[in-house]
């Protein structure tokens, strides 16, 4: 892999960031709030107002007021909170790592537990093994993440008591403590990305495993467990890092419902209670903090590409 391609896709990021930032700030100023009143109330004088409007610079120009907000994002600066008065970049960044380490969780137990189903489908193509893991997919695929989270929470934590029902705590506080109430919200927020990742692990190795260069692998003697996992599966799961990258930007979206459910304080549910306030701040740096996750995200998805199969190039 060239250098003169990793600097095109990172300036490529760049260029995406800009965009979103152009979108977002502008989608933000039409929405029913008045930065003004968020911060003096409704009860101020029209002279107090008019001088907060002044000194924030609301008055001035949309461009200018997109150039002196863009600025600040530029040197890690997303203003302050109209609700809470506090600065937006450590509390977003704060609630970030609690989201990440929600994502980190889900991805991890996605990965383990849909590679083998999605291989033990496709070694045992049209059997039983292949029907139920079909069927629990399709399952999967089928029920959004508020269903879930309310079937876990009645039937786990209500009805069997075995988890609690919401709540979060550090790991570096208490770390058992504390996986036992993330317990749930990984499960519910890794379900249907486990489905798609399963399904297209079984359709892609079913595929691999019937072409020209299987059959003289095992012309050549090698054993059906060296074909499946040194030759098949490597490719198999090339077309499966693209899902896998996707399936982030839907986590990032299914987060937002997992975490206000389960009552836990991150980046999505920050989101969520901005939006119900009107804070414009916060859901700026919030959306432009879930854009830049996803584009590095599908940045480091092409790198594993290039690392899995040394046959691709990018130039």
């Known amino acids: 892999m060239s250098a003169s391609y990793i600097l095109k896709r990172i ?48 008055n001035d120009p949309i461009w200018l007021q997109y150039l002196h907000w863009a600025g600040g994002v530029v040197q890690g600066d997303f203003g302050t909170s109209l609700r809470t008065g506090q600065t937006v970049g450590p509390a977003l960044f704060s609630a970030l790592g609690t ?34 893991v079909g069927f629990l997919s399709y399952i ?24 609690p029902p919401a709540g979060y705590i550090p790991l570096s506080e208490d770390f058992w403590g504390g996986m036992q109430r993330l317990i749930l919200p990984v499960c519910v927020a890794s379900v249907m990305m486990i489905a798609h990742v399963s399904r297209m692990v079984r359709s892609e190795l079913v595929d691999v495993m019937h072409t020209d260069y299987i059959r003289a692998a095992r012309l050549k003697g090698l054993t059906r467990r060296r074909v499946l996992f040194r030759h098949g599966l490597r490719n ?64 480091a998805a092409d790198l594993m590409y290039a690392w899995l199969d040394k046959r691709i190039q990018y130039d």
């Open 11 to 58: 300036a490529l990021i760049f260029y995406t960031l800009f965009v979103v930032s152009i979108l977002v700030f502008g989608i933000t100023q039409i929405l029913p709030a008045d930065a003004a009143v968020m911060m003096l109330g409704e009860n101020a004088t029209q002279g107090a107002l008019a001088a907060l409007r002044d000194q924030m610079g609301l």
């Open 99 to 132: 989201s990440l380490t929600l994502a980190v969780l889900a991805l991890a137990l996605m990965l383990i537990l849909a590679v083998p189903m999605g291989i033990l489908a496709a070694v045992r193509r049209g059997k039983l093994s292949d029907l139920v």
């Open 140 to 163: 999967g695929v089928s029920l959004p993440e508020f269903v879930t989270a309310t079937l876990a929470v009645v039937l786990v934590a209500d009805l069997w008591g075995l988890l």
């Open 236 to 299: 198999a799961l090339l077309p499966t890092i693209t899902i896998v990258a996707l399936d982030v930007g839907y986590l990032l979206g299914g987060i937002i419902v997992v975490e206000e459910i389960f009552s836990i304080p991150g980046i999505g549910r920050s989101l969520m209670s901005a939006i119900q306030a009107r804070d414009l701040p916060v859901i700026q740096a919030g959306v432009m903090i879930m854009a830049a996750t996803y584009s590095i995200v599908n940045f």
